[in-house]
Structure formats: structure tokens, C-alpha cells
């Protein structure tokens, strides 16, 4: 039997969209959301970032997921699992500059 589609809330972005991953930025009920919705510790979440091969689409979703959240109360899980990859720039940290993650595109982080 085929899954019924969820209603939409908002729009996924039609531009990249830049998130900034500041660990000390997260509340205590954003670690509890994007604990709960890919079934991961906060800190293996972030450990898994700085190993590319060891992250989990789940994972991203929810970072994806709380950090749009917080310019969109929103946007859902959903909306964040029809983006594409290429759509979304995670920056680590409060200086993007410091950052020398690739894009998913392969550019140089900006």
C-alpha cells in the first residue's frame, strides 16, 4: 500500500540556504527535537559531521530541520526532507570564514 503524502506547511527554500551550526547556540529543547528526530545523541551528531562519511541522512534532516525552524516556526520535517542537499550550506561555528567544509556543489565554502 502506498504512503499517503503529508500536507505541506511552508515551501522548502528555492535558494541555498546558509544555516549556522553554533553549538552553544541550541536550546535545550532543540538538542531534545534533533535528538528525537533521527534517534541520535547531540554529540554523536556532531561528531558525525566532522567524519562526512559517517553521517546519517536522519541527522542532517534534523539539524536542517531546527535551524530553518528558527527563522520559520513552520517548517517541518517534511518540508526539510524535500530539499535538496544542494540547497543547504552548514557552517560550523560563529565565523564562516573558519569554516573549509566543502559545499555539497564542491565549491569552497564562502
Request: aromatic fraction near 4%; charge should be negative; include cysteine.
Amino acid at each position: 500500500m502506498a504512503e499517503a503524502k503529508r500536507p505541506r506547511t511552508s515551501k522548502p527554500a528555492a535558494e541555498p540556504v546558509e544555516l549556522r551550526v553554533d553549538i552553544d547556540s541550541f536550546s535545550i529543547g532543540e538538542i531534545e527535537d534533533v535528538e528525537e528526530a533521527c534517534g541520535l545523541s547531540f554529540a554523536t551528531i556532531i561528531n558525525r559531521f566532522t567524519d562526512p562519511e559517517g553521517m546519517r541522512g536522519q541527522a542532517v534532516k534534523a539539524l536542517v530541520w531546527v535551524l530553518r525552524r528558527r527563522e520559520d516556526p513552520s517548517v517541518t520535517l517534511e518540508d526539510v526532507r524535500s530539499m535538496r542537499l544542494s540547497a543547504v550550506r552548514l557552517k560550523w561555528g560563529d565565523d564562516a570564514a573558519e569554516d573549509p567544509t566543502p559545499s555539497p556543489s564542491g565549491d569552497e565554502a564562502a
